[in-house]
């Protein structure tokens, strides 16, 4: 069960949709047409930036508290729900070699029959974990 982060996130009204920025990670900053996708593609910023952080061994910025924010004339502060594990899935594309083993006879029926062990595998991890494909 992954553990959600939730981050306080100013949102600008503009001619055309919204500014949407998070005062506790720097320069994390996006925008969207309508709210949902200032929501959205926020959320997906926040997701880039504690990826980068992550990758270079430095801390994940704890989130404030709303009240803490000040807004200004014309602005809000809502809080966007971040999910470590939503993200990993949606977006994580690197493959990682697994080594198993399996019974002689049975590899050589898979490979007779041109069976992509990784595409089985994948398929069959996905529906034990409940997963959709």
Do not use: H, R
Request: net charge negative.
């Amino acid at each position: 069960m992954s553990t959600k982060i939730y981050y306080p996130a100013v949102f600008q009204k503009e001619d055309v949709g919204y500014s949407v920025w998070v005062p506790d990670i720097q320069g994390c900053i996006s925008q969207g047409d309508t709210f949902s996708e200032a929501v959205e593609y926020i959320t997906e910023a926040i997701g880039l930036y504690l990826e980068t952080y992550a990758d270079n061994n430095i801390s994940i910025p704890k989130p404030s508290s709303p009240e803490s924010i000040k807004a200004e004339n014309g602005q809000f502060v809502s809080m966007v729900a971040f999910d470590p594990a939503e993200y990993e899935t949606k977006y994580s594309t690197k493959a990682i070699k697994k080594t198993l083993t399996i019974p002689t006879w049975l590899n050589t029926m898979a490979e007779k029959n041109n069976v992509n062990f990784s595409a089985i595998l994948q398929t069959a991890l996905m529906e034990k974990l409940g997963l959709s494909s």
